[in-house]
C-alpha cells in the first residue's frame, strides 16, 4: 500500500466506522439461528472489568449462552448478585461450572493475583479461555499456563482490547506493509482516575505501569517486537495517602527506535 493509499484509507475508515458495525450486526443476526451457540461461564466478579465482561457476553446471546457464574467469595456474590450484569444468572461452584455438559469456555475475571491459577485450571479441564489483564504477578507462571494450554491444543486469549480495536489492527498493517517508512519512535500515554479504595488495592501491585500501561506494551511490541533494553521511572503522587506507583514512564530501546 502506496502513501497516497494509506491516506486515503484512512478517510475511509471514517465513514466505515459507522457503516460497518451495523452490517456485521445484520450478518451475524442472520447467521445466528444457524450456528450452534457456544457455552460459556465466567468465574469471578472482582476484576474491574467482570461485570462488563458478563455483560457483553449476556448481550450477544446469538453467539453465547452463559451457563453459569462462579464467585468464590460468598460475601462478595451477594453484593453483586443482584446487578444488572449477573441478576437472573446461575450461581455455581468453579467444580460445577467446569463439569457442565458442552461448556467450551470460561472467562476469567477474578482478582488479579488469582487470575492465572485459575485460568490453569480451566485450561486442565479442557476449556478456552478468555483471561482478562494483567496476566498475574509471576511470568514463569504465566508461560507455563501458555505451555499446558499450547499441550491441550486451548485458546487462552488476553483482554488486551486495543489488538482488535480497528484503529490500531490499521495502523498495526500499515507498519507491516511500510506505508509510514522506518518507524523509529512510539509514544503512548494512558490513565485514568480512581477513588481512594481503589488506590489502595491497586498499591498492592507494581503500579500504574502494571495495571494500564500493559496495554501500551501490548501494542508497542506488536509494532516494533522485543526491546533491546528497558528504563523505568517510578514516582507516588499522594505518599502520604497510599502507596500506589501512580506516575510511572518506561523507556523501551531498539537498535533503531525509542
Same mark, same amino acid.
Given at each position: ?34 450456528? /450452534? ?11 474491574? *472489568?467482570?461485570? !462488563? ?14 451457563? !453459569? ?29 467446569? $463439569? ?25 479441564? !479442557?476449556? *478456552?479461555? *478468555? ?12 508461560? /507455563? ?10 485458546? %487462552? ?7 482488535? $480495536? ?8 500499515? %507498519? ?5 517508512? /522506518? ?63 501512580? $506516575?510511572?514512564?518506561? %523507556? ?7
Amino acid at each position: 500500500m502506496h502513501r497516497r493509499r494509506f491516506l486515503q484509507r484512512t478517510g475511509q475508515l471514517s465513514v466505515l466506522g459507522f457503516v460497518a458495525p451495523a452490517l456485521a450486526g445484520s450478518a451475524m443476526a442472520q447467521a445466528g439461528s444457524a450456528r /450452534e451457540r457456544i457455552k460459556v461461564g465466567q468465574i469471578g466478579t472482582a476484576h474491574a *472489568h467482570a461485570s !462488563g465482561k458478563m455483560a457483553t457476553l449476556r448481550k450477544l446471546r446469538d453467539e453465547y449462552e452463559v451457563v !453459569g457464574i462462579v464467585e468464590p467469595d460468598p460475601d462478595r456474590q451477594r453484593r453483586v448478585q443482584d446487578q444488572a450484569a449477573y441478576r437472573g444468572l446461575c450461581w455455581l461452584t468453579q467444580e460445577q461450572l467446569l $463439569n457442565t455438559p458442552g461448556l467450551q469456555a470460561v472467562a476469567v475475571e477474578t482478582a488479579v493475583s488469582d487470575l492465572v491459577s485459575t485460568a490453569q485450571r480451566c485450561i486442565s479441564a !479442557g476449556m *478456552h479461555v *478468555h483471561l482478562d489483564k494483567p496476566a498475574g504477578c509471576s511470568l514463569t507462571a504465566f508461560q /507455563e499456563l501458555l505451555a499446558e494450554a499450547a499441550r491441550r491444543r486451548r485458546t %487462552v486469549q488476553m483482554g488486551y482490547m486495543f489488538r482488535h $480495536n480497528p484503529a490500531f489492527r490499521f495502523c498495526f498493517r500499515a %507498519v507491516r506493509e511500510g506505508c509510514l517508512g /522506518e518507524v523509529f519512535e512510539v509514544h503512548g500515554v494512558i490513565s485514568k482516575t480512581v477513588g481512594a479504595q481503589q488506590r489502595k488495592e491497586l498499591a498492592e501491585y507494581p503500579g500504574s505501569m502494571f495495571e494500564l500501561g500493559c496495554h501500551l506494551i501490548d501494542a508497542l511490541v506488536a509494532v516494533l517486537g522485543r526491546p533491546e533494553k528497558t528504563g523505568s521511572f517510578s514516582r507516588r503522587s499522594r505518599p502520604q495517602q497510599d502507596d500506589l506507583a501512580d $506516575n510511572q514512564v518506561a %523507556v523501551f530501546e531498539y537498535a533503531k527506535a525509542t
